[in-house]
């Protein structure tokens, strides 16, 4: 079966500070990939897909990359943060051409 | 452009009554239709779709929900809860033929169960 991991479950990060949070995918090969940021009263932001290796488009102008190095593999990453990064992040996958998304258990980010 | 529209942000209700939970969502072609739950501190858990078929679409935890595509509605019910259904609940959409299956969510609703 599938399992997604997301990795911390919690950070605290002062502004200005890098960023990097990683999700990663077992149990299924050539996944899209997808991550979300979840704010108080805003519901979810989609922030990145992924479609394949080096292959992701961001749905929203921000202070924040996403890379995928590896198949299963999809990393979130700042070079500084902002106190509006704060947020609860999620990460998703789906299989290839279908439209049912399975999300992580998410990564609490606090930025101070 | 898809939206979705939960009508209620908080919905509050006693131990064993009924509940449903409203959304609305507007579309220019045909849609697949998800509820998923989100228990505090944790992420969304699917609760059931919609792709095709039978109007009336069954999930876990014993909720069911209804697709009506003359009101352009997806409700999400339940005829008894319990305390253990006090989550947040969010309705998505998904246009046919997405090639990266992107989903555009509702604001979530509140269901508090009361004992």
Redesign the interface.
Known sequence: SQTIH?WPATLVQPVGSPLSLECTVEGTSNP?L?WYRQAA????Q?LF?S?GIDQI?SEVPQNLSASRPQDRQFILSSKKLLLSDSG?Y?C?W?AV??????????T?LTVL | AQSVTQLDSQVPVFEEAPVELRCNYSSSVSVYLFWYVQYPNQGLQLLLKYLSGSTLVKGINGFEAEFNKSQTSFHLRKPSVHISDTAEYFCAVSDLGGSQGNLIFGKGTKLSVKP
Do not use: M, V
Request: aromatic fraction near 20%; charged fraction near 10%; avoid cysteine.
């Open positions: 997301q899209n997808y009263g805003r519901g979810l989609l897909y479609i488009s609860f999620l998703a789906s051409s279908t439209d049912t998304q399975y999300f992580g258990p998410g609490r």
